[in-house]
């Protein structure tokens, strides 16, 4: 009796995750089906925000809802940069997919888990240290301690954490590049659900006020980010980290710095704009004393809006992130395929060598024709011959009887080759090219 070899079942999970090769099919259906889940993760990330509004909205007072939408700008600016550093990194990681070089993967991984935590650090440091700075330039003083000490520990919070948020933009980018848009998605449901639940206990039984949803919104992502590159490690055995991957070269980290920065700046630079206009908004708000007013409307409206722009833009800024990662992985490809047939093409040329044959004004019949069967293999193996005759003495004055041996040389192997350079006379040397005749088409067969 006969058993059937059980195959082994893949979970959901991996079933639903599995990598799209952005290199194959059709390019407006690929990235499609592949922006699908990113777009969906920034338009969850919207709605997360909306309803973390509407939960601080609920518990906190007014004015307290007004110090932690003043910090969106503060947090966008170090945030931003951080999101636009590890999408420039991924690009190198993504190129590397596309060229099937899956130690170049590993090695981006690495570099990227140097550069996340480096710069996870400087921007910490920087951002806290420059805090009570930013706040004064939105206008929000001591004077109004409520507004002024909820954007303050709100913002404290979210800086110290930066390396969450990093790690997690990091790991997502990571998946993304491999083809993968789903498990992000996954993984951000949960996180979102956990940051809902962790907001409730915070801020409800524990009254933990702003800051309380800050380190909600901190802890999810840090075991957000704890889980999803334990599962990364288990899927995936191509990006399990080797001990010799941890050994990388200066100019590879140079590279994705090259890639990472320049996107970080670019993702930021919003927040300059954002950051003068929430100063103005505020404004609204103070009145003559310098004090603001119950309610602060109209940094609570701004901050509304805010939130619905954002939640509008979603779609548009997922299916850009898709985008970086299609063109990325293609241009691996590409560049893998072009080295591979450079190499192919190196491989099947062939070396044309110069040989030379030496002849004499006195030449007898019997040397004439072993140089020339000699001369005929050369053009027989495919390459040049330089003929030359070396006049001595007198015979400078009898260089005609020289154009008339090369004449004679090359009829005699003209089956073979032909003149490339007709003789001429250089010095007290006459000199001929020839070069071997072109295989016959088969239409003159």
Known sequence: MKTREKTPRSGLLEKISHPIDLTQGTPWKVILRYSAPIILSYLLQQIYVLTDAIICGQVLTAEEVAGVNDTFPLTFIFLQFAFGCTAGFSVIT????????????????????????????????????????????????????????????????????????????????????????????????????????????????????????????????????????????????DLRIRKEDWRVSGSYVSTHIKNGLPLGFQFSILAVGILVMQGSVVKFDLNENGLMVAGTPAQNGFGAANKMINFLLAFYNGLGSAILGFNAQNYGKYRFEQAK????????????????????????????????????????????????????????????????????????????????????????????????????????Q
């Open 94 to 237: 993504a190129k590397c997919v596309g060229a099937a070089d899956m130690k170049g993967a590993r090695q981006s991984f690495v570099v990227q888990t140097y550069l996340s935590v480096a710069i996870s650090a400087f921007l910490t440091v920087v951002s806290v240290l420059s805090l009570p700075w930013m706040l004064r330039l939105i206008n929000v003083t001591p004077e109004n301690a409520e507004v002024y000490n909820a954007a303050y520990n709100y913002c404290i919070v979210i800086f110290l954490g930066i390396i969450a948020q990093m790690g997690y933009n990091f790991i997502c980018g990571i998946l993304r590049a491999y083809g993968d848009s789903v498990t992000p998605l996954i993984f951000l449901v949960i996180s979102t659900a956990l940051n809902v639940g962790l907001d409730l206990l915070f801020l409800i039984p524990l009254d933990m006020g702003p800051t309380g949803a800050a380190v909600a919104t901190v802890l999810a992502q840090a075991i957000s980010v704890v889980i999803c590159a334990i599962y990364t490690f288990i899927r995936y055995e």
């Open 341 to 444: 047939r450079e190499k192919e093409s190196r491989k099947n040329q062939k070396t044309i060598e110069v040989k030379e044959t030496r002849l004499s004004l006195n030449i007898d019949t019997h040397d004439f024709d072993t140089k020339v069967n000699q001369t005929k293999k050369f053009l027989s193996s495919g390459n040049r011959v330089k003929v030359s005759i070396r006049f001595r003495g007198r015979e400078m004055a009898h260089s005609q009887l020289g154009y008339g041996i090369m004449q004679r040389f090359a009829e005699a192997c003209a089956d073979v080759g032909n003149v490339e350079k007709p003789a001429k006379l250089e010095g007290r040397s006459m000199i001929m090219f020839m070069n071997a005749k072109p295989a016959p088409t088969n239409k003159q």
